[in-house]
Structure formats: structure tokens, C-alpha cells
């Protein structure tokens, strides 16, 4: 049922698994060469700053009002607030400067373009709190693969838990590689797109071993690959439909979203991509290597009290 795309018969996919998994491995390694050297490119939840909230009696110009902040103040982000009269002005922590300072250049060029403008409220991030954020941000994303290993050890086999948590951390590794490569900004809402694209990619991960444990107790005289290739081909029109429409929606939200929530989009739209060949050339492929068989799946046998014993019925 919902079968828009039928396979005739057995795909073989493991069959470029070698040198996609050795691309993968490539992209792993740049991405750590990347973070290492130049590192991530923290927004001000993160690294500290001043955020201002501006409620303006028409429509705000945010062009001209980003321009003219911006020929004051460095690195200033300047977005909409929920209307296109509200406006948040966000600023890092200032060097050598005070913060009321930084505020009072915001309000005045704010005042330029409309003589009315109110300012609603201004928030102050310390640099120690963002890098607590920072933290415990990390500390999120540790938390998640290792209960997600144990969870997928528990319901699974372990050599497909490993494979599994190989994906995830293939998927977040390429995930902030690519904001290190081009310095995007990285942001709470990054973090989330990261936190995101960790349980999407999971699901799938999911749904395919669900299949391949049913085909190794279905198809008892198939080689590991043979029922791997199997499964994934039985799952493959589920994985293009699911995938095809999340694309669709986070597209729209990269072109349309304004930048409110472009780091978001741009995070989700990467872990997508990655998540989705990551299911198949990652975790099953590294379940192969490991040596998963029908054995492995077979539920454990309890043995009855005294069935060992002889019958001693006449």
C-alpha cells in the first residue's frame, strides 16, 4: 500500500557502498580539520551581547535601519520580531565600549527612520553565560548518541546499535562542518536544527533495520548482503516520499523564512541530505563489516525448568 515507486526486485546499493563510505570518511575528516582550525563562528547566545527589542509605528526599513547600525556597530544583527514593526537589534559584547553605549547608537539611528520608535527591552548576555550554553549544548548532543546506543543495543543487536550511532555522529560532524567551512553563524537555533536532524535521521535509520531484522528471520538461506539490499529496497518509497516532502517544507523555510531562522533551515536541509544516504551507506554498511548474520537475530531461547530431564511417564 503507498507504493509510489516499485523496485523490480533486489537493489543492489551496498554495491557503491565502498566509495561513497570512503567519501564519507572524507567529508568526516574535512569537517574535523575544519572545526579545529577555524573553528565555529558562535552567534551571540553563545559568545555574549546585547539584544534589543524595538517596537517601530510603521513598518521598519530593515536595509537602511541594518546600514546605518552597521556603520556604528560591527557585526550587528538586525531582524524581525514577530511583526514587521518589531524589530530586535542584536549586538556582541562590547570591547572596551559599555553596553548602554551600544543601546544608545541603536536608539538613535532607530529614531532616524521613525520618531516614535519604542524601545520594548534590552537583554545583556554575559560571554559566561554563552559559553555555558555552549556546553551544554555539546553536552545535549553526547547525551543523545549515548542513549540512543543503548536504546537501538537494547531493541536491536549491538553491531546495528554501532552502526547506528556511526550515522548520527557522521551526520552532526558533516552538519558543523559545513558552518565551519563557510563561517556561518551558529546560533540556539542551529543548535535545534542539529538536535533535529540527530532524531530524523534516527527514524530512518530505525525503519530500515526494523526491515532487515524481519527479512534475516524471512529469508534464511540470503547472504547479510542480500537481505540488507533487500530491505533497503522494501523501505526505499517510504524513504523518498518522507524525505521528498520534508524537503519541500525546509526549502521553503531556507528561501522564505527570513533569517530569523535561516541558520535553522540551512542546518536541517544539510542533515537531511546526509541522514538520509548515511541510513544505508553508513550504519547498514558498517553492520555488514561487522559481521551481523541471521544468528544475531534470532530471539534468545528460554529453556524450561527440567526440560532436560528424561521422561519418566510410561
Known amino acids: 500500500m503507498f507504493q509510489f515507486f516499485n523496485f523490480k526486485g533486489s537493489v543492489n546499493f551496498l554495491r557503491h557502498a565502498a566509495p561513497i563510505s570512503i567519501m564519507s570518511m572524507i567529508l568526516v575528516v574535512a569537517s574535523l580539520v575544519s572545526l579545529g582550525t577555524k573553528g565555529i563562528n558562535w552567534g551571540l547566545d553563545f559568545t555574549g551581547g546585547t539584544s534589543v527589542v524595538l517596537n517601530f509605528s510603521q513598518p521598519a526599513n530593515l536595509t537602511e535601519l541594518r546600514a546605518a547600525i552597521d556603520s556604528k556597530l560591527e557585526n550587528a544583527v538586525v531582524q524581525n520580531f514577530g511583526t514587521s514593526r518589531d524589530v530586535v537589534v542584536r549586538l556582541q559584547a562590547?570591547?572596551?565600549?559599555?553596553?548602554?553605549?551600544?543601546?544608545?547608537?541603536?536608539?538613535?539611528?532607530?529614531?532616524?527612520?521613525?520618531?516614535?520608535?519604542?524601545?520594548?527591552?534590552?537583554?545583556?548576555?554575559?560571554?559566561?553565560?554563552?559559553?555555558?550554553?555552549?556546553?551544554?549544548?555539546?553536552?545535549?548532543?553526547?547525551?543523545?548518541?549515548?542513549?540512543?546506543?543503548?536504546?537501538?543495543?537494547?531493541?536491536?543487536?549491538?553491531?546495528?546499535?554501532?552502526?547506528?550511532?556511526?550515522?548520527?555522529?557522521?551526520?552532526?560532524?558533516?552538519?558543523?562542518?559545513?558552518?565551519?567551512?563557510?563561517?556561518?553563524?551558529?546560533?540556539?537555533?542551529?543548535?535545534?536544527?542539529?538536535?533535529?536532524?540527530?532524531?530524523?535521521?534516527?527514524?530512518?535509520?530505525?525503519?530500515?533495520?526494523?526491515?532487515?531484522?524481519?527479512?534475516?528471520?524471512?529469508?534464511?538461506?540470503?547472504?547479510?548482503?542480500?537481505?540488507?539490499?533487500?530491505?533497503?529496497?522494501?523501505?526505499?518509497?517510504?524513504?523518498?516520499?518522507?524525505t521528498g516532502t520534508t524537503l519541500i517544507t525546509v526549502v521553503a523555510l531556507f528561501l522564505k523564512g527570513g533569517s530569523m531562522i535561516h541558520g535553522f533551515a540551512t542546518a536541517l536541509l544539510m542533515g537531511i541530505v546526509v541522514g538520509t544516504y548515511s541510513s544505508i551507506y553508513v550504519a547498514s554498511f558498517l553492520a555488514i563489516r561487522l559481521g551481523i548474520n541471521r544468528e544475531h537475530m534470532m530471539p534468545t531461547q528460554v529453556e524450561k525448568e527440567g526440560a532436560d530431564q528424561p521422561n519418566m511417564m510410561p
Request: aromatic share 6%; glycine share 6%; net charge negative.
Open 94 to 242: 562590547p570591547h572596551g565600549a559599555k553596553s548602554d553605549e551600544q543601546v544608545k547608537v541603536v536608539m538613535a539611528e532607530a529614531q532616524k527612520q521613525d520618531a516614535n520608535v519604542e524601545q520594548k527591552s534590552v537583554e545583556f548576555v554575559g560571554p559566561q553565560v554563552g559559553q555555558e550554553l555552549a556546553e551544554q549544548g555539546g553536552m545535549a548532543v553526547l547525551v543523545a548518541l549515548i542513549c540512543i546506543l543503548l536504546y537501538v543495543a537494547f531493541r536491536f543487536e549491538w553491531r546495528l546499535s554501532l552502526g547506528a550511532v556511526a550515522a548520527l555522529a557522521h551526520d552532526v560532524i558533516v552538519t558543523l562542518g559545513l558552518f565551519s567551512v563557510l563561517q556561518l553563524e551558529f546560533d540556539l537555533t542551529v543548535l535545534a536544527g542539529v538536535l533535529t536532524v540527530v532524531g530524523y535521521s534516527l527514524n530512518d535509520t530505525i525503519v530500515v533495520f526494523d526491515r532487515i531484522r524481519e527479512n534475516f528471520l524471512k529469508m534464511r538461506k540470503a547472504e547479510p548482503r542480500e537481505v540488507v539490499n533487500a530491505s533497503i529496497t522494501q523501505t526505499m518509497s517510504r524513504t523518498i516520499i518522507t
